[in-house]
């Protein structure tokens, strides 16, 4: 481990995430589960999503967007839909809140969604369709961000990074997960390039001239890329419209309006769908799991890796040593947001 | 028009189809929906999958595998969920079997999803996906094919050229239609390169070694890529999992295997998805698909093309002709057929 990291114990990151959120004012539901959610990225070592985030949820509050007391209300609105108004909180008490009728649905239906509105979003999918998966279901999960992304062929920006995500069951292991953003880059890297003064990869951005540029500066100025040219950009559309009109909510384009400059987390929905093996095939569901193993057998016995492996053996560390890597300077700056706070609070 | 190509009259063009495939064995509901299908590609000037396609459904019974009477078996396997047994047939009349009970149980669940079993599978996805776009519902479509794409940092053939598909309702207008394959090449396009000696684009195959080539017979022996790395990597093992273990049927390299050196189109399921925006959202569906027009508007109005925007062009010039361009070559085909057929079948 690298001079810039230190080990925090799982407890002590669960007191110091619950205790920060609480002291700012967020609600125990919404304590508990932005906790949960950023102290499990944390232990996969997902730097990018994990102790980290606390700061981003702290900020939140302070510009005065979020509900950080709201409480989500679910709405059963079909025999296959659920739907939670998260009523301008943070997304996951609104997932807690929904998961429980999304899984009895998909069990009784076969093939059941989720959509989660009005919900501020700074969490990666992966631990939603990892606890679905965990169920025994099939899980996809999409949402919009802001819109910083020029679509195929256009030069202005319109779609968010859309990540998609996408959950299996495995009996006995870990599931087969994965949650990749649909921009060639993530938003995160361009203001680090921009930070250290570094170039961006060729292919991620173009100028406001629509040119290609590996300029960071000139990059926010003009637009990020989809991932694989106008298959990416076609999925980045179809995450739009799923996540965004089908479900009644904010398309990227609308979030950034949204934000006006406050610059927080995106404000929009979340479209979840769950698929009961069973349903399709009965009692033929268990051998049919074993087709999957086969694929994973023939990925993985030609030295590819699947793509939440390096996360699943960073999970096992951390739960070996009760432990976790963070990044000192991220550690330290919530000691100080600690400290400020409990002199607020006081 | 460039010389290669030859005006054919629509209805003889169904003719044609038709009278070819019940000479050559396929059932009236097999003739019909195949004509069908591949006469709606013509129209949209998509080449790869209009009237050549007839040569190898007519190959498909010469070669032994197809049952080209099968009749497709219905069971409704949970409220959301249909199956279409197509016990060997060509996919396209289960297809036309199970459409009406998924959009029916997609209006009354809200999301529903068909699968289909037991299938040659040799059109594209975007006619099915149109269709269910057509009733004003949403629809994803994912099959697997013949294992010949390498996954990311792998070497050898696992997944298969792996298509996904997208239908979105828009109200007056021509639905909202993506279908791509996740392979960085179509397989045709190997076969047509290895044909002329030209060399692949760079980045979409390897040799037998793993290493990159762009020699399409070290591309034969060796695998394709998917397109945008290890994300088109996760799709395609996605998709193989959706419609291979989830609905109880083949992954592309069981598909591969089951051909034996036969030849033919891939015989697997595929997975069919539809959800209902009315169920989601209720009277306000109808306003929430106007912000899926401001998207599209986004898009267009920075000069960038949406997905099928081509093919619908074609199609108006045909359905305005009456009539639709073909290459020579394939109708000059088409006519030896039909000619050879009817000795036999007289």
Redesign the interface.
């Known amino acids: 481990m690298s001079d810039d990291f230190e080990m925090i114990a799982t407890d002590e990151a669960r007191a110091l995430g619950e205790s920060l959120l609480l002291a700012a004012g967020y609600s125990e539901d919404h304590a508990r589960t932005i906790t949960d959610c950023v102290v499990r990225a944390q232990m996969d070592e997902c730097h990018s999503h994990g102790l980290y985030r606390l700061i981003s949820c702290l900020d939140l509050i302070e510009r005065g967007k979020v509900d950080p007391a709201a409480t989500p209300v679910v709405e059963d ?5 659920v ?1 939670v108004d998260a009523r301008r909180g943070v997304s996951l008490a609104a997932f807690e809140a929904g998961l429980p009728v999304l899984t009895e649905k998909a069990r ?6 989720l ?1 989660i509105n009005n919900c501020f979003h700074f969490s990666a999918l992966w631990p939603e369709v990892e606890r679905i998966a965990d169920e025994g279901l ?1 899980a996809i999960a999409v949402t919009v961000s802001h819109a910083w992304v ?7 920006p ?1 779609f968010g990074t859309n990540p ?1 995500s ?1 959950g ?1 069951p495995r009996p006995g292991k870990h599931p ?1 997960v ?1 949650d ?1 953003a ?1 921009s060639a880059i993530a938003r995160g890297d361009i203001e680090l390039h921009r930070r250290m003064k570094l170039p961006l990869p060729e292919g991620t951005a173009i100028d406001a001239d629509g040119e290609p540029t590996t300029d960071p500066d000139k990059a926010v100025e003009g637009a990020m890329l989809t ?9 980045s ?2 995450i ?3 996540a ?5 909510d904010f ?1 990227s ?2 979030s950034i309006a949204f934000d006006d400059g406050a610059k927080v987390v995106p404000f929009h929905g979340e479209l979840i ?1 769950a ?3 069973a ?3 009965g009692q ?2 268990s051998d ?5 193993e ?2 994973f057998e ?2 993985e016995g ?4 699947l ?1 939440a492996a390096r996360r699943y053996r960073a999970r096992a560390r951390s739960e070996k040593a009760g432990a976790m890597p963070v990044r000192r300077n991220v550690l330290d700056e919530l000691r100080v947001r600690a400290a400020t706070l409990e002199i607020k609070t006081r």
Chains 1, 2 share one sequence.
């Open positions: 609105r079909a025999p296959a839909i739907r009784q239906s076969g093939i059941a969604a959509a099939v020029a679509p195929a062929g256009g030069s202005r319109v998609f996408f299996w087969f994965f990749f649909t991932f694989g040219g106008h298959k990416g950009s076609a999925l559309a179809m739009e419209l799923l965004g009109p089908l479900i009644g398309t384009a609308e769908i698929l009961d093996p349903s399709f095939l033929a569901a049919n799991l074993k087709r999957g086969a694929l023939a990925v030609q030295g590819a890796r793509p």
